[in-house]
């Protein structure tokens, strides 16, 4: 961390008086005046300490009412746990680096009765092993990339889950409210029917006790909604952040799906899994050609000065290579073939996953937006006229208190049930997005 600028001067307030020189004393004078003469340095010091302070104050909240792809947007830029596996990709980076090198040379000097050498000695990987390196590192980096991709993916999945959850709870919320608020006109019906002599108080006292119980339901709904506050703020490493989720609620159009041979096409191509398996797989393959290219003998060759009490001073060059008769990397070379089969079968297995899971998600789609239109077009429809009737009947004296609350206490059920019809459809398209790759463009 930087140091305050005012730290050295908080020194030197600190030191006695008596020490000081004549040039410490002139320096702090000329120091006094340049603070005088200009504009800059002659604001308060209470002004260096705010901005200090307001250099390490924490970011501005964001706005409170966003949609999903602002706040998957938030997600994937806040979050610590995609900052760090970002960084395999770094890592991939600094391996290549390392394979790009030439090996270090050898330096060597001898010492004995009438002679002296001084020498150098410097690999050379002539057959391609140098090359072979940094083409295994660069499929590296690309692997690094995908599994970054699929690390994104997953707190994407987590993200949209949590964004659907708040959007759900506030609407639960909010249909609970209004259920409060039918309850409580209808009391004013019924407390003028009581006070016209129309009704017993015994319609009042169920009414009172029913009020009493909506108040708790209510509140039940706002707790679920602040915890659901919680976790999405909690997701977007904002924990005093409140925000609130805008989205439809409305099903798509079911002629609007595409078919999955066409969407199939598409997905195995960008999902993410899928692409981490394939970039794994080339690898690990190209691994097989490098290390049975390392298993050729490096050559080195060396430069020798030599002094001799005799012969004199004279050059001496050299050639050594190793012998490769023991150690022929046999066991680096299977054990890298083994890894590609393995890799074979693990792309395998990701692409059967990823092609039975886009087509789960899609039945499951449709089905839940069959579910939701159906529900909206047999149920919803009947519901503003059903209360008007409820209400009308009990001032007519052709309906009781009991079937009055009964009543609004049934169309509120059935606003409850079309809202987590909506929640099920909403999650299912989500699924679809995320098992064909169709994830939002986002950017850390």
Known sequence: MNKHPLNGFAALHGAPIHRWS?????LTALLALGFAASPVLAQPAQTAFAVAAEAQMPPAMPQQALGMQEYLQL???????????RLLLDLAKADSKSAAVFPNPTVNYGNKPGEREWGIEQPLPIFGQRGMRMENARKGETTARAQVDV????????????????????????VWQQAQQSLEKAGHIVRGQIQAGARSRYDGARLDLQLAQMAMQVSQAESDWQDAVSHAAQLAALPQWEPRAVGSL???NEAAQPRFEALWEEARLRLPAVRASQAELDQLRHKIDLERREALPTPSVGVARVRNSQDGKYNQIGVSVELPLFDRRRGEIERAQVEAEQARLHYDAAVLEARSELQRALKQLKLRRQAVLAYEKQGLTQITPLQQMAQDAYQLG???ILELIDSLGSINEHRLEHLDLVK?????????RLASGDLPEVRP
Request: aromatic content about 6%; hydrophobic content about 55%; overall charge negative.
């Open 22 to 26: 004549f040039k410490a004393r002139t």
């Open 75 to 85: 997600v994937v830029a806040n979050r610590p746990q995609l900052a760090a596996d």
């Open 151 to 174: 690390a994104v993916a997953g707190s994407l999945g987590d993200a949209a889950e949590a964004f659907i959850e708040l959007l759900m709870t506030q609407q639960r919320l909010e």
């Open 250 to 252: 409305q099903a798509a």
């Open 398 to 400: 052709q309906g009781s």
């Open 424 to 432: 099920e459809m909403l999650l299912a398209e989500w699924q679809v």
